[in-house]
């Protein structure tokens, strides 16, 4: 979707190294989901923004949402190979019913 | 926890045939989303349903039809299959609130394949 573009498309770390996906929207963020994606598998919901200068995280996963410059970013601390996976953002449209647009995914390798 | 169910995992048609997935929300769900992804692609929102009703529709074909039905589980059905249907097709449900809250959790997906 071009709604939302992901950066990088690819990336390939050691095992240990940190690293940040970019999501950036060209509309107004109601709310952001990150998913992360086995391939041909099912989408794992790891967390959920709402608020501007929302920040969570999940073990070692932490996303932050920046409302004002529509854009979140997710950044995983000390990357395993288990973290390997396709990583999607997806947006909250304004409707009432909570339909997500999904971004174009960013492959994640980790070399042990 | 239970999750969302979809069923069958995996579908081989011929072309112009007719497929049928389904999908159970996870429960107490009221709102079911149906998203295709195709291979190297991102989901595309397809349709959903709040309350047994279509609340949304996306890019979803003439050739493509779902309902919801009473106890909230929802059917996808696809006609006149063509080659370009292949896809993983994803059941997502989240409790309908009128407004953006809540989480929106996926089924492993439906892998059709139309030969």
């Known amino acids: 979707s071009q709604e939302l573009e992901q950066s990088p498309q690819s990336l390939i770390v050691q095992e240990g190294k940190n690293l940040t996906i970019n999501c950036t929207s060209s509309?107004?963020?109601?709310?952001l989901y990150w998913y992360k994606q086995k391939y041909g598998e099912g989408l794992i919901f790891l967390m959920m923004?709402?608020?501007?200068?929302e920040e969570k995280s999940h073990e070692k996963i932490t996303a932050k949402l920046d409302e004002k410059k529509q854009q979140s970013s997710l950044h995983i601390t000390a990357s395993q190979p288990s973290h390997a996976g396709i990583y999607l953002c997806?947006?909250?449209?304004?409707?009432?019913?909570?339909?997500?647009?999904f971004g174009t995914g960013t492959k994640l390798q980790v070399i042990p | 926890a239970a999750g969302v169910i979809q069923s069958p995992r995996h579908l081989i048609k011929e072309k112009r045939e007719t497929a049928t997935l389904k999908c159970y929300p996870i429960?107490?769900?009221?709102?079911v989303y149906w998203y295709q992804q195709g291979p190297g692609q991102d989901p595309q929102f397809l349709i959903s349903?709040?309350?047994?009703?279509?609340?949304d529709k996306g890019s979803i074909p003439d050739r493509f039809s779902a309902q919801q039905f009473s106890d909230y589980h929802s059917e996808l059905n696809m006609s006149s299959l063509e080659l370009g249907d292949s896809a993983l097709y994803f059941c997502?449900?989240?409790?309908?609130?009128?407004?953006?809250?809540?989480?929106?959790?996926f089924g492993e997906g439906s892998r059709l394949t139309v030969l």
């Open positions: 509309k107004t963020l109601y709310g």
């Open positions: 429960p107490r769900h009221d709102t």
């Open positions: 997806g947006f909250l449209n304004s409707g009432g019913y909570q339909k997500v647009t």
């Open positions: 349903f709040y309350e047994k009703m279509q609340s």
């Open positions: 923004l709402q608020k501007g200068g």
């Open positions: 997502a449900s989240s409790l309908g609130t009128s407004g953006p809250t809540g989480e929106l959790f």
